[in-house]
Nanobody, 124 residues
Framework: VQLQASGGGLVQPDGSLRLSCALSGFTVDSYAIAWFRQAPGKEREGVGCMSNNDGRTWYVDSVKGRFTMSGDNAKNTVYLRMDSLKPEDTAVYFC??????????????????WGQGTLVTVSS
């Protein structure tokens, strides 16, 4: 089971970016997938989560209405579309799969598999 995140970069405030999480060894329908982010000096925090059963999504309040998760079965990839980006969205973004039981989805300890991060910098 492997995940590879990509798509980060430098974007101006109010701009948009789409991150990709390519899956190998499993499919979009296999496990729930989540996106996390970690800003310098801060703990890793959950951003969004997508169910593998019905595609339902959940987001933390700080990104609701701005970020959208989606999955492409044909490409075996999960996306995080980020609109109206703010400087405080600057962070390394990670995708995670295979949720463990007993924790909220926002808890990074509750996820088994991680991809490497991709840096998103929001700055003018």
């Amino acid at each position: 089971v492997q995940l590879q995140a990509s798509g980060g970069g430098l974007v101006q405030p109010d701009g948009s970016l789409r991150l990709s999480c390519a899956l190998s060894g499993f499919t979009v329908d296999s496990y729930a997938i989540a996106w996390f982010r970690q800003a310098p000096g801060k703990e890793r925090e959950g951003v969004g989560c997508m169910s593998n059963n019905d595609g339902r999504t959940w987001y933390v309040d700080s990104v609701k209405g701005r970020f959208t998760m989606s999955g492409d079965n044909a490409k075996n990839t999960v996306y995080l579309r980020m609109d109206s980006l703010k400087p405080e969205d600057t962070a390394v973004y990670f995708c995670a799969a295979e949720r463990l039981g007993g924790t909220k989805w926002t808890d990074p300890k509750g996820w088994h598999c991680w991809g490497q991060g991709t840096l998103v910098t929001v700055s003018s």
